[in-house]
């Protein structure tokens, strides 16, 4: 008789709250709309996470198409190794943005998008400059190898750390005079400013809901994780649904399980399911690395440190500053949104803002994830972190990994950087309780 070979040990689930299966399924419709456009006679607009101009591209009914997000998609599906090395035998240097490696090497792999179904070729690529040089080369690459239209929305930068009128003034002229005709010519469909203002209320209504969310993690144990839980969370907002009945759906689903888990005193929902007695609080700073997003977390809640606030939570929009959407002002608000994008803020307004965030959610300290091929993010962190432990008083650490090359993951390497904060966040506290006796 034979007998059967013994099974090979599965990964355990991963454990989801109800809004991120809702949130996978609508990243997922969304690929399945793209793939699905072109044979509909829909036109494809490309565009970036940050700054974006979802309520105008869907005035236009244009299919979105997001690069980051393929790269980041591909990245957690463990795809993105491959296309880089693809792109630098293509000639593309080890330096360059893995997220722009990654997108280049999945076209030369014959255009298949991270759930599988093919992406279409855009028909416009909308570049809303918000503080990261990188875009303007990979759109560059990009319309070499389509020949599609480029339309361009320069977004100045906030080098005095405000929103001047003649910067917003700026943005709406460009809006008018150059961004809007080329989308009308593109699409063939006439501009109504009606609409837009209709979905600039949906946003409004996800923006705000969105926000109680992530201030939800001001409790004690917070109930979510604000990086590697807020990733999940801000999918719908960041990408093609900021503007939709859906998205508004989705964040009031999530709300409503954010004030569930409040009132029940739960800390976050991690892949392992419930997380653990909270033992540190922390703000971080940077992009998450997406190739190991599981295993990085799992850094975190084994030791009983959950995130109550990122920055990265934010490279779409701060809106826990304020902003909102405005239907009353819509292209002053649209130009007002590319302005306050988290990459287009200038140094101190940055260690201003994590400075901010440490009292409020009073966390025990920063951590900063270094992105070796993201210069937008990682310029001047090491300023930033001594400027934010001078100011507050609080530790704060540095950990080095990228954004979709596993090369750049050393799982040792980040667990021992880990271990020896939590260290330092320990001996800091023991010792300001011992000067408070």
């Given amino acids: 008789m034979n007998t059967p070979a013994p099974a090979a040990a599965k990964k355990p689930a991963v454990l989801k709250e109800d809004a991120m299966w809702l949130q996978k399924e609508m990243i997922n419709a969304n690929y399945m709309d793209l793939a699905q456009a072109h044979s509909q006679n829909r036109k494809v607009a490309a565009t970036f996470v940050p700054g974006n101009l979802n309520e105008l591209l869907m005035c236009f009914d244009f299919a979105r198409s997001l690069p980051e997000t393929n790269a980041l998609q591909n990245g957690m599906r463990k795809k993105s190794g491959k296309f880089i090395m693809d792109a630098e035998r293509d000639g593309h240097s080890e330096d360059v943005c893995t997220y722009v490696k990654a997108d280049l090497g999945m076209m030369q792999g014959g255009e298949i998008g991270p759930t599988g179904d093919p992406l279409p070729r855009p028909d416009v690529l909308l570049l809303s400059y918000t503080g990261c040089f990188t875009f303007m080369k990979w759109f560059e690459l990009i319309r070499h190898k389509y020949g599609c239209e ?73 109930p979510i994780d604000g990086y590697f839980g807020a990733v999940y969370y801000i999918g719908p907002i960041f990408t093609a649904f900021r503007g939709t009945p859906e998205a508004s759906e989705y964040y009031r689903v999530l709300r409503n399980e954010i004030e569930e888990r409040v009132r029940q005193g739960k800390g976050p929902v991690t892949p392992d399911g419930d997380m653990g007695e909270e033992k540190y609080r922390l703000i971080v700073e940077g992009p998450p690395n997406w190739t190991h997003f599981r295993d990085f977390w799992k850094m975190f809640y084994d030791e009983g440190a959950v995130v109550v606030s990122s920055t990265y939570a934010k490279v779409g929009g701060l809106y826990d500053f304020g902003f909102r959407h405005d239907p009353d002002h819509p292209l002053e608000s649209l130009a007002e949104y590319c302005l306050g994008c988290y990459t287009n803020l200038n140094l101190p307004s940055r260690v201003d803002m994590i400075c901010k965030y440490i009292e409020d959610y009073q966390a025990d300290g920063l951590l900063i994830n270094s992105i070796k091929s993201c210069n ?14 001078k100011r507050t008083g609080k530790p704060a650490a540095f950990i080095e990994t990228d954004l979709v090359d596993p090369r750049y993951f050393s799982a040792a390497n980040v667990k021992n950087r880990l271990e020896s904060y939590f260290q330092m966040v320990k001996q800091k506290r023991t010792a300001q309780l011992a000067g408070a006796h």
């Fill in 376 to 389: 937008s993010f990682s310029a001047g962190q090491l300023l930033i972190l001594r400027e934010v432990e």
């Fill in 150 to 222: 480029t339309v361009m929305l320069h977004v100045p930068y906030q080098g005095e750390g405000k929103i001047a009128p003649n910067m917003r003034d700026y943005v709406v002229r460009q809006l008018k005079e150059e961004v809007i005709p080329t989308l009308e010519r593109v699409s063939g469909v006439k501009f109504d400013i009606d609409r837009l203002r209709q979905y600039m209320k949906e946003s409004a209504k996800a923006e705000e809901d969105l926000v109680k969310v992530l201030q939800s993690a001001k409790n004690r144990p917070s």
